[in-house]
T-cell receptor, first 115, second 114 residues
Framework: AQKITQTQPGMFVQEKEAVTLDCTYDTSDPSYGLFWYKQPSSGEMIFLIYQGSYDQQNATEGRYSLNFQKARKSANLVISASQLGDSAMYFCAMRENSGYSTLTFGKGTMLLVSP | NAGVTQTPKFQVLKTGQSMTLQCAQDMNHEYMSWYRQDPGMGLRLIHYSVGAGITDQGEVPNGYNVSRSTTEDFPLRLLSAAPSQTSVYFC?????????????FGPGTRLTVL
């Protein structure tokens, strides 16, 4: 079973609109972290936002927020007021307290922002 | 503070050749890892290390070796390159194994095996 599922291969949004990128996860570990990374066409992996499994409040970082619904095991990324520079691949990832203690990535969602 | 550095940025090999991808970090991080990224697959873990002298296999270790003689460096060796190893390779580091620690990524190495 996939540990991280991103069901949207591609998303389109107009500039200045908000967009939600979906992510569901699967773990039996009570301690875990959820991360979102952005990969622009230049290829680097850019950390955006993080949510800990015990955090009571949803994480926010500027225009990025993470809609964390623990019971549903979802960790959706919300980008408000999209900009052309937001066009990129977005990866959801999880780090558990067991196993390799590494990041397990979803397959990504390609976001295209149009003028 | 350079963060995580990787060399080379690009490399072309012939089948059967060997090479080492270099990775270094200057943040005194204990945890380091190597991933490969293939189209439609996300990133997959090759090998990881929880400290100097300690390494272990990840999800896709076959055909790769690692060592960690210092905290700073974590080279990845391709023993006998195969076309299936054509990929983009990322090195990452984090302060510890703590699941709440972010991993910092290097810029990547794009490898083509002919």
């Amino acid at each position: 079973a996939q540990k991280i599922t991103q069901t949207q291969p591609g998303m389109f949004v107009q500039e200045k609109e908000a967009v939600t990128l979906d992510c569901t996860y699967d773990t039996s570990d009570p301690s875990y972290g959820l991360f979102w990374y952005k990969q622009p066409s230049s290829g680097e992996m850019i950390f955006l936002i993080y949510q800990g499994s015990y955090d009571q409040q949803n994480a926010t970082e500027g225009r990025y927020s993470l809609n964390f619904q623990k019971a549903r095991k979802s960790a959706n990324l919300v980008i408000s007021a999209s900009q052309l520079g937001d066009s990129a691949m977005y990866f959801c990832a999880m780090r558990e307290n067991s196993g390799y203690s590494t990041l397990t990535f979803g397959k990504g969602t390609m976001l295209l922002v149009s003028p | 503070n350079a963060g995580v550095t990787q060399t080379p940025k690009f490399q072309v090999l012939k089948t059967g050749q060997s090479m080492t991808l270099q990775c270094a970090q200057d943040m005194n991080h204990e945890y380091m890892s190597w991933y490969r990224q293939d189209p439609g697959m996300g990133l997959r873990l090759i090998h990881y290390s929880v400290g100097a002298g300690i390494t272990d296999q990840g999800e896709v270790p076959n055909g790769y070796n690692v060592s960690r003689s210092t905290t700073e460096d974590f080279p990845l060796r391709l023993l006998s390159a195969a076309p299936s190893q054509t990929s983009v390779y990322f090195c990452a580091s984090s302060p510890s194994e703590d699941p709440y620690n972010e991993q910092f990524f290097g810029p990547g190495t794009r490898l083509t095996v002919l």
